[in-house]
């Protein structure tokens, strides 16, 4: 048996507990995620009569009646929106046209944001804009959590913007939609 000074003992615990905790994702990286998106609690997946690709496109300026807000799916506007960084609340109906065309839509609440924060949201969502991703940022105050990711029926609510976490929902949902960009996808406003 190895005798070690208590010294050295408490030293080498400290390395190793370093060692374990970086090769774990612990420790406390801000705004850093280890979980997988799809093992995220608070995840919400819909797999229903609303994400089938039979849904309705409405007729006009007709409203749609949403089970949540902001939507997943559902009926929805014959016309997508264009995507981009919008600085007022789009029409949900046109929204969802362009989730079924694989957008994935990032929903903040302005007052409980910073504005740093709405400035990181804005750069990690230009880049997606950049790189040709379908992407809708908007504001609306009725999130039940400062930020809500959006696409083809699932959503996620983020109580702090957590930049991997945005990018591992855009990896695993844009184009997962039942009309994928190839069909057609919405245009980017630019």
């Not at 944001?113 to 991703?133: F, P, Q, R, Y």
Request: hydrophobic fraction near 40%; charge should be negative; charged fraction near 20%.
């Amino acid at each position: 048996m190895i005798r070690l000074s208590p010294r050295l003992a408490v030293a080498t615990i400290a390395v190793m507990l370093a060692f374990a905790l970086s090769a774990c994702g612990g420790g406390s990286s801000e705004g850093q995620t280890s979980i997988d998106i799809r093992d995220r609690p608070e995840l919400e997946i819909y797999d229903n009569e609303h994400t089938t690709d039979q849904q309705i496109h409405l007729i006009g300026n007709q409203p749609a009646d949403y089970t949540v807000f902001p939507p997943y799916g559902e009926e929805h506007s014959p016309i997508p929106l264009a995507c981009g960084i919008y600085s007022s609340t789009p029409l949900f109906e046109m929204v969802v046209h362009a989730m079924e065309h694989g957008a994935v839509v990032l929903w903040y609440t302005p007052t409980e944001l910073s504005a740093g924060d709405i400035v990181a949201i804005t750069e990690v969502m230009s880049k997606h804009l950049n790189d040709n991703d379908y992407a809708i940022q908007a504001p609306y105050g009725g999130l039940d959590a400062p930020i809500m990711l959006v696409a083809w029926g699932v959503r996620l609510p983020l109580s702090e913007v957590d930049k991997p976490a945005i990018e591992q929902f855009f990896d695993e949902f844009h184009d997962d939609a039942p009309e994928p960009i190839a069909a057609g996808g919405c245009s980017t406003a630019r």
